[in-house]
């Protein structure tokens, strides 16, 4: 157990609609990444998040957005869903000074 | 742009040695990981290394890292079924703490008993 909640574990949308996906980063742990998995593009940055401010964007899609609270979890929201987007998604947390990102279990997204 | 390659499959026999290579293009990489996936599981970090060093070892693990030839290799030592799932070498930039990882697509090691 890394430490790292993720919820809901697995969730099945239609295309078109909104999904939110949500993360508890280890305990003082400030850094939350977003990772996505699927099939043809493998494992991917999202985005990074520091202390509640945005530190660095990957691939995401302009459809897809991410905020991280002032309690430090965070939540990805993927909006216009398309069948494309289904895939794995992982949170990931680092403490402040340290090199090792913790990843969570992961959400399955499914979008039908 | 960044990238990091690995073969797909590696297959051992138990008890033999498994070494899993990998060749990254960014020569300014700051941390080189290797990360472990079980089947419907997450990704455990496995052992990390820093850019400056040559070689890791965590008990059965060994890392090694050639600089010049960008390239990074996994050594498990002793290779039991447990060891089973698809191992991801990953690369980090640690520039003004923007760190997000690019992954390889993940070496799948198989046991042949």
């Known amino acids: 157990d890394s430490g790292v909640t993720q919820t809901p574990k697995h969730l099945i949308t239609a295309t078109g609609q909104r999904v939110t996906l949500r993360c508890s980063p280890r305990?003082?742990?400030?850094?939350v990444y977003w990772y996505q998995q699927s099939l043809d593009q493998g494992l991917q940055f999202l985005i990074q998040?520091?202390?509640?401010?945005?530190?660095a964007k990957g691939n995401i899609l302009e459809r897809f957005s991410a905020q991280q609270f002032p309690d430090l979890h965070s939540e990805l929201n993927l909006s216009s869903l398309e069948l494309g987007d289904s895939a794995l998604y992982f949170c990931?947390?680092?403490?402040?000074?340290?090199?090792?990102?913790?990843f969570g279990p992961g959400t399955r997204l499914t979008v039908t | 742009g960044e990238d990091v390659e690995q073969s797909l499959f590696l297959s051992v026999r138990e008890g033999d040695s498994s070494v899993i290579n990998c060749t990254y293009t960014?020569?300014?990489?700051?941390?080189l990981y290797w990360y472990k996936q079980e089947p419907g599981a997450g990704l455990q970090l496995l052992t990390y290394?820093?850019?400056?060093?040559d070689m890791k070892q965590d008990q059965r693990l060994t890392v090694l890292l050639n600089k010049k030839d960008k390239h990074l290799s996994l050594r498990i030592a002793d290779t039991q079924t447990g060891d089973s799932a698809i191992y991801f070498c990953?690369?980090?930039?640690?520039?003004?703490?923007?760190?997000?990882?690019?992954f390889g697509k993940g070496t799948h090691l198989i046991i042949q008993p």
């Open positions: 990931a947390s680092k403490t402040s000074g340290l090199y090792e990102q913790y």
């Open positions: 305990s003082g742990d400030l850094s």
């Open positions: 998040y520091y202390n509640g401010e945005e530190r």
């Open positions: 960014d020569s300014s990489s700051t941390y």
């Open positions: 290394i820093f850019s400056n060093m």
């Open positions: 990953a690369e980090s930039y640690s520039g003004g703490g923007a760190d997000g990882l690019t």
